[in-house]
């Protein structure tokens, strides 16, 4: 019972200019953003957005022309470029409105809270150079919401055993994604999705989830977002979460990605266990969860009750004790305990997520008993709370002003947390005062350099030893021109309808299936790199060698 | 502190997440104390600047 699984992150910017006066569209300006974040090498290389192969298909495989996309059939740079391979494995795009962040895969919640917080840089980065080809004063936010009706999203995704009815994966999540806003939200001033109400509540993405379970992501959000698209083999699933928000602090970080992987966990091994998860599930099935979500981020007491579907009713805190305590319950039956009576966690990264998960509901119930004076003074508690440290400074400004939640400063105040540049980010001034989980030179070491243990570590390599050839790039898949083709000169003609004619002779294109995340690490595809000078050749040879077993996922 | 509350302190002791947390905020200086001196600091800008900075800041949805 481990922590560690595959898990990622996405991150949506709001993106704006600064100033008074100025008109701007986010999506010009996401594209601009996104550009900065592109180098000459990697303007060539396409996002390879064809629907994946049916999964478990021979790995490596010579990909038919007629199969290619036209525009991967060009080495030419993008005119608009909307996709770039961060030099970590992760992807920077256009979203919509927003200049997008995906973090590389890794298998440890401490791993993707780091790797996220490379995103920061790259964006941060990106941002600056666009602020220079521009000329014009872009800026990045990390938040949710612009407290004018619009939300965009933070996103994780956790790679599960396909096994587990989603039924089930629904109903231990609802119960899990209502409650945990208790310590991970990121805080938020306004009510309603236009602010329609002065006041503060804990989560800034609350007020914008409007149903239980769905497909969409931008209108009538769900708890439970559906996507099933796995990046991965038949065994497994992603499991997409949209209700999270984007934190500046370490530690509801960690706690979002721990808390939740340790939940699938759960019910991965809930039978092995003989744990009864549908009677536990039944009797704390929330009578309206999308109502208890609002709920629960609008209590600042932390004492609202949350009605029962079988009668009774309970509150969020009492939820999240028991969700950890059923963890305790399957960990002690699989693992045994020691003689404390703790499960012998397997690993360093579980032992600590399990710490502070206990921790943060300590923390929650000391927040709970306080006054609002008292609240103001608890230090140790805001440098885990994000919300809290965040209520303390604006909570502090109000009393000092004597204004009310309605006030602009304080509206400025939540969106300058957010400020991506710290030269201008209010968090940054406050975060000394917080734990963190890794140093601002493990984030830069993870802005250039991909996680080891994943396929991201081949995508990056691969891009940065040999780009010119990388025709297309996916999570799942690498594409790239084979230049020792023998009919490498046989010319594509008008077939593709593309007019950049003198670039799209006919090298063959090779395709490497790396639907298996954990698969291509650093330690399987290192030596290829050293044998290989060229692309087509280091691909060929990693596809004779794909393992032919199904992943396993878990880090046993 | 009723009972339900107490059930909350973690069985581990505090040197798990100690081993896993870097820096921690265990400084001298008053947490109240900080917070002013943040205040003091940006309410020069936030004065002249926060309508303006609020109202400019429009964004259209993402997912």
């Known amino acids: 019972m481990t922590v560690r699984r595959v898990i990622g992150t996405e991150t949506e910017y709001a993106v704006s200019l600064q100033g008074a006066g100025h008109y701007y569209n986010p999506v010009q300006l996401s594209f601009d953003v996104v550009s900065g974040a592109a180098d000459d090498s990697s303007r060539t290389i396409r996002w390879d957005y064809r629907q994946e192969d049916p999964v478990n298909d021979a790995r490596g495989t010579r990909l038919e022309r007629a199969a290619a996309r036209p525009d991967m059939l060009t080495d030419s740079p993008q005119l608009n470029i909307t996709n770039v391979i961060a030099p970590n494995g992760g992807r920077v795009y256009v979203d919509h409105a927003h200049p997008e962040y995906s973090a590389p895969e890794t298998v440890d919640p401490f791993d993707a809270v780091c790797y996220d917080h490379a995103g920061d840089l790259i964006m941060q980065k990106a941002c600056e150079q666009a602020r220079e080809q521009t000329g014009q004063p872009i800026a990045l936010h990390r938040n949710n919401v612009d407290g004018k009706g619009s939300s965009w999203g933070t996103h994780e995704n956790y790679m599960m055993l396909r096994s587990v009815p989603f039924s089930l994966v629904a109903r231990l999540m609802t119960l899990h994604f209502v409650t945990r806003q208790i310590y991970v939200g990121s805080g938020r001033v306004g009510l309603g999705e236009h602010s329609e109400t002065a006041g503060y509540q804990l989560s800034q993405r609350a007020d914008y989830i409007q149903s239980k379970i769905g497909l969409q992501t931008t209108f009538d959000r769900p708890i439970i977002n559906t996507r099933d698209e796995s990046h991965s083999t038949s065994d497994y699933r992603r499991l997409h979460v949209i209700v999270g928000d984007a934190n500046r602090m370490d530690v509801p970080q960690v706690l979002k990605l721990g808390t939740t992987s340790m939940l699938l966990w759960l019910l991965e091994n809930a039978d092995q266990a003989d744990f009864d998860l549908e009677t536990f599930l039944n009797d704390l099935e929330l009578a309206d969860p999308v109502a208890a979500m609002h709920t629960v981020s609008h209590d600042l007491s932390l004492a609202a009750t949350l009605p029962l579907t079988h009668g009774g009713q309970t509150t969020a805190w009492l939820i999240q004790l028991k969700l950890r305590q059923a963890v305790y319950q399957v960990a002690a039956a699989v693992h045994g305990t020691d003689t404390t009576g703790e499960p012998a966690w397997p690993d360093k990264s579980t032992t600590s997520v399990m710490a502070m998960w206990g921790q943060a509901l300590a923390d929650v119930a000391t927040i709970r008993h306080a006054s609002d004076d008292e609240r103001l003074g608890l230090s140790v508690e805001a440098g885990r709370i994000e919300w809290l440290l965040k209520w303390q400074l604006l909570e502090k400004l109000r009393r000092k002003t004597a204004c009310d939640w309605a006030a602009p400063r304080l509206k400025a105040i939540d969106l300058a947390w957010a400020a991506l540049d710290p030269a201008s980010s209010v968090f940054t001034r406050l975060a000394a005062r917080t734990e963190r989980v890794h140093t601002a030179e493990d984030a830069q070491r993870a802005a250039n350099n991909a996680p080891e243990a994943t396929r991201a570590w081949l995508r990056a390599n691969l891009v940065r030893r040999f780009a010119p050839d990388v025709a297309a790039v996916s999570w799942s898949r690498l594409t790239v021109r084979d230049r020792n083709a023998e009919t490498a000169d046989e010319p594509v003609g008008e077939f593709y309808g593309n007019a950049d004619h003198n670039q799209t002779l006919n090298r063959h294109l090779f395709s490497l299936d790396i639907a298996d995340p954990l698969a291509f690490n650093k330690t399987r595809c290192e030596q290829a790199f050293a044998s290989c000078d060229n692309a087509a050749d280091l691909l060929r040879s990693l596809a004779q060698g794909a393992p032919t077993d199904a992943p396993d996922a878990h880090m046993r | ?63």
């Not at chain 2, 002013?36 to 400019?56: H, K």
């Open chain 2, 1 to 63: 502190m009723p009972q339900q509350f107490e059930q909350a302190h973690p069985q581990q002791t505090s040197s798990d997440i100690e081993e896993t947390i870097l820096t921690s905020s265990q400084e001298t200086q008053d947490q109240s104390d900080v917070l002013d001196d943040i205040l003091d600091d940006i309410e020069s800008t936030l004065e002249t600047n926060a309508e303006e900075y609020v109202n400019s800041f429009v964004q259209k949805g993402g997912e």
